[in-house]
T-cell receptor, first 121, second 109 residues
Framework: GAVVSQHPSWVICKSGTSVKIECRSLDFQATTMFWYRQFPKQSLMLMATSNEGSKATYEQGVEKDKFLINHASLTLSTLTVTSAHPEDSSFYIC?????????????????FGPGTRLLVL | GQNIDQPTEMTATEGAIVQINCTYQTSGFNGLFWYQQHAGEAPTFLSYNVLDGLEEKGRFSSFLSRSKGYSYLLLKELQMKDSASYLCAVMDSNYQLIWGAGTKLIIKP
């Protein structure tokens, strides 16, 4: 299947600093990537949809000025958590949409990166 | 509104069979997905159904009935490593995934 990587896998930072998380599709091009957040023992929550070459679409309640998303190429999307606070500590997961005909797959699906654990002190 | 329902938790015995149900009400339908998520890890893709019927893939099978808004994931010959959360998700008319809360499956020896 398609491979999606995320970097870093772990990050600990001080309150008030900014953190950038990268999401890469390694063996296919992804025009659409998604950013999720998951708190312990809770379901995935979609934060935003990232489209290559255009502005991201944010879900209700997600601050676009705090969670900056850039999808500058067909293989890379970045999420920057600006002025991070302890309540932003979470598991951030990206996924890339695979459409039929790409990456050798016959079906529409999303493949997830391994996730990034963010701890803000 | 959009809604995905699945049981919160299920328990099964090693070597047995378990069926995890999922019912959905969404605006549009472009397929139903099952993902497996081990604790502390990101979800991994298991199956995709867009037409009615059963899709078999090794020990795992997934069934879909679009008229009933219903799917199930069937796990056979359960192994301890199958202990995980199983997430049901439906792709709506905007190609967004609507997620269920997940079913935590506990396997006992």
């Amino acid at each position: 299947g398609a491979v999606v990587s995320q970097h870093p896998s772990w990050v600990i930072c001080k309150s008030g600093t900014s953190v950038k998380i990268e999401c890469r599709s390694l063996d296919f091009q992804a025009t659409t990537m998604f950013w999720y957040r998951q708190f312990p023992k809770q379901s995935l929550m979609l934060m935003a949809t990232s489209n290559e070459g255009s502005k991201a679409t944010y879900e209700q309640g997600v601050e676009k000025d705090k969670f900056l998303i850039n999808h500058a190429s067909l293989t890379l999307s970045t999420l920057t958590v600006t002025s991070a606070h302890p309540e932003d500590s979470s598991f951030y997961i990206c996924s890339a949409r695979v459409t039929p005909g790409l990456a050798g797959g016959p079906q529409e699906t999303q493949y997830f990166g391994p996730g990034t654990r963010l701890l803000v002190l | 509104g959009q809604n995905i329902d699945q049981p919160t938790e299920m328990t099964a015995t090693e070597g047995a069979i378990v069926q995890i149900n999922c019912t959905y009400q969404t605006s549009g339908f472009n397929g139903l997905f099952w993902y497996q998520q081990h604790a502390g890890e990101a979800p991994t893709f298991l199956s995709y159904n867009v037409l009615d019927g059963l899709e078999e893939k090794g020990r795992f099978s997934s069934f879909l009935s679009r008229s009933k808004g219903y799917s199930y994931l069937l796990l056979k010959e359960l192994q301890m490593k199958d202990s995980a959360s199983y997430l049901c998700a439906v792709m709506d008319s905007n190609y967004q995934l609507i997620w269920g809360a997940g079913t935590k499956l506990i396997i006992k020896p």
